[in-house]
Structures are given as structure tokens and as C-alpha cells.
């Protein structure tokens, strides 16, 4: 089976507690369960990992599921890491896992990453028909030796526990200040610049044309505040989501305007942090109009970025 081989490379040098899940994000929630699982490795003198799915168990359960990931996988991996974990392990979820029994998954756990302690969130479930529950996983942590530690969910600024599904649901609102809050940071996405129209060239705003990896969740069609980070630097920024009505467009771009800078950015790499939403996308009813709107947007990016230095 596929998943002996991704964990067989991660065996640690002695007894292990152990998280698992998909920790698409890694939101306060995503932090807090990590906090928790190194404190008590410590106390307990164990090595602390981390079982990630390098893809969303939901794409392999859910035909036609429709992958919007808040993280890479890459910065998903290098955000654990920096949780002070001594290993994260990356293991692909595939049709055999998905059918493999919670007895069987733990027992690999046990077998191959020495685990004494699955530390996991209050909802948590793992195995064929998430069967394993917490109430089964402590029954079967009795049978092959190891222990099961709950922690409670971290609440969201309206009571509610922090969860991916409602980050993404809050970003489709155009609710950023709600998914940074629950993130613990400023959303981001990042990409290749690649030739657009030019029509922010001619509307005296050039624009740079972000393409980013297609399963990405992707903030609702607006005008946002945004930091750009270009080649380890970072730059004020207006963001538009959206289709360009005015002119007619069907297909969406994202297009940063980045203040003071006028270097070729074709092909290079760039990273969109969102602060805010500015306003939604409309036609104008002359080019004229959206010149005066995007000055006008232009100022509202410095004067919140600048208000937050």
C-alpha cells in the first residue's frame, strides 16, 4: 500500500505523538492543536509529527468535488514545520486508504511512526466511513498501545469553531478581515505574472496579470487592499478580482496595480497578502469613469497601509 511507503521514510528515533488531517490553511485552530501536540511530546519525551494529506480526502470520496485549497502543499508543510514539529509526513490519499479500516490506518501509525499519542480535535474522525471515532480510536488505542488526547476548537469572532470550510465560505463573501481573523494572518495567494491586455497601461494604472494553480480558492470578484511581494520584497497594492465589465469580459483575472514600482515583472513570481475589501466590481459607463474610481481606489490602498504601519 502506497501509505507504508510515504511513512516509512518518517519513522522517528523513538516513540511519537501524532496529529493528522488535511490542516489546509493552518489557521489559529491548525496552530493551537500543533501547540498543544508538542507540548505534551515534551512533557512526554516524544518526537512530534504530523500525518498531512497532500490531497483533500473529499477529492477521492466526493466525485466531482471541487478542490479550493486555502495553502499549497508546499507552504502548508514549511507553516507545520514552523509550529516546532520534529517531522511531517505527506501522505497521499488515495482509494485504498480510503477504504482502509481506523484499526488498520492506527496500526500503521503505531508500526512505522512509533506513535504512543494521537492528539486530535474534538471533531475528529478517521478511517473507511470515518468509523473511527474518538470513542472508537481510544478503544483501539487500548488494544495496540497508545493514548488519545482531545483538544477543544479554537472559536471564531462570532463563537463558532474555526474551520477551513468557513475560511473559504467567508473569502467567497469577500469577507477578509473574518478569514484573516480566523488565519491568524493576511489570506494570500501567489503565482506567475503573465501577459494580460494592457489595459491598465492605458488607463494610466498598469496592472500585473496573476496566474495561480487552478484548485486555489479564489476571494469573491472585487477590489481589495493587498500587499505584493515581489522577489522577497513587499510593495502597496490594489487588487481586482473579476471580469472587467466595463469592457465586456467573461473570463476572471486577478490584476494587482503595484504602487512605485515600474520593473518587467512578466514570469516572475508573485504573492498577494489581502487586508481589506475596498468595494465590489462594476461597469462603468465610460473609461473616464473607472480612471477617477481606480485613483480613487489607489488612495484608499495607502491611506488603510499606511494606517496600519
Known amino acids: 500500500m502506497s501509505v507504508d511507503r510515504f511513512l516509512v521514510s518518517h519513522t522517528p528515533s523513538r516513540e511519537s505523538a501524532v496529529a493528522v488531517g488535511v490542516f489546509d490553511g493552518m489557521h489559529l485552530g491548525h496552530k493551537y ?8 511530546a515534551r512533557r512526554s519525551r516524544l518526537s512530534s509529527g504530523v500525518v498531512t494529506f497532500s490531497n483533500h480526502p473529499a477529492s ?10 486555502l495553502t499549497p ?30 484499526a488498520e490506518f492506527a496500526g500503521l501509525l503505531k508500526k512505522y511512526l512509533k506513535m504512543s499519542l494521537l492528539v486530535v480535535g474534538d471533531d475528529f474522525a478517521m478511517g473507511r466511513d470515518r468509523e473511527g471515532d474518538i470513542s472508537v480510536l481510544s478503544e483501539i488505542g487500548s488494544d495496540i498501545g497508545f493514548n488519545v488526547l482531545v483538544i477543544d476548537s479554537v472559536s471564531d469572532s462570532v463563537g463558532g469553531a474555526i474551520r477551513s470550510t468557513e475560511i473559504r465560505r467567508n473569502l467567497a463573501f ?4 473574518e478569514a484573516n481573523k480566523s488565519l491568524g494572518r493576511n489570506f494570500t495567494i501567489k503565482g506567475f505574472v503573465v501577459k494580460g491586455h494592457g489595459r491598465g497601461s492605458d488607463l494610466g494604472f498598469p496592472t500585473a496579470n496573476l496566474s495561480i ?25 490594489a487588487t481586482s478580482i ?6 465586456g469580459d467573461n473570463d476572471i483575472a486577478i490584476e494587482s496595480h503595484v504602487l512605485d514600482f515600474d520593473q518587467d515583472l512578466y514570469d516572475k513570481g508573485m504573492e498577494l497578502e489581502f487586508v481589506s475589501r475596498i ?31
Open 60 to 69: 477521492i470520496l466526493k466525485p466531482g468535488f471541487n478542490t479550493e485549497y
Open 174 to 177: 469577500g469577507k477578509i478581515d
Open 33 to 40: 492543536l500543533m501547540s498543544r501536540l508538542c507540548l505534551e
Open 213 to 237: 494553480q487552478s484548485d486555489m480558492v479564489v476571494p469573491q470578484n472585487g477590489i481589495y487592499v493587498t500587499w505584493a511581494w515581489i522577489e522577497g520584497r513587499r510593495y502597496m497594492s
Open 279 to 309: 468595494r465590489e466590481e462594476k461597469k462603468y459607463d465610460s473609461i473616464h469613469e473607472l480612471q477617477e474610481q481606480i485613483g480613487r481606489d489607489v488612495q484608499e490602498v495607502k491611506k488603510v497601509l499606511c494606517k496600519g504601519e
Open 73 to 102: 502543499l508546499d507552504d502548508r508543510i514549511n507553516m507545520l514545520h514552523e509550529t516546532g514539529v520534529d517531522f511531517v509526513a505527506p501522505i497521499r490519499f488515495d482509494a485504498d486508504l480510503s477504504r482502509l479500516p481506523a
Open 242 to 247: 473579476g471580469v472587467r465589465p466595463t469592457f
